[in-house]
């Protein structure tokens, strides 16, 4: 998926009414259709540094399916 316009210089967009992260590099195809949702919402945010562990420190999860496999790559 190409980044939002918004955010072409970010990798990591957040839901503030859900408090989850996005990984918009790795996120599919099929899921794409969440940042269209989020961006018409205009509940987003964006984390400087644009890192993982910074969007951690304020709170926010990855969303389930990139964490369900970051696990199953970090394990194997």
Known sequence: MDRPTKFEHHRFVGDKRTQVVYDV???GDEDA??????????????????????????GYKLFAKQRAAQRATDEG
Request: aromatic share 6%.
């Open 25 to 27: 590099d790795e996120l």
């Open 33 to 58: 259709q969440l940042i269209d949702e989020l961006m018409e919402s205009e509940q987003y945010l964006c984390f400087g540094p644009d890192t993982l562990p910074e969007a951690r420190n304020r």
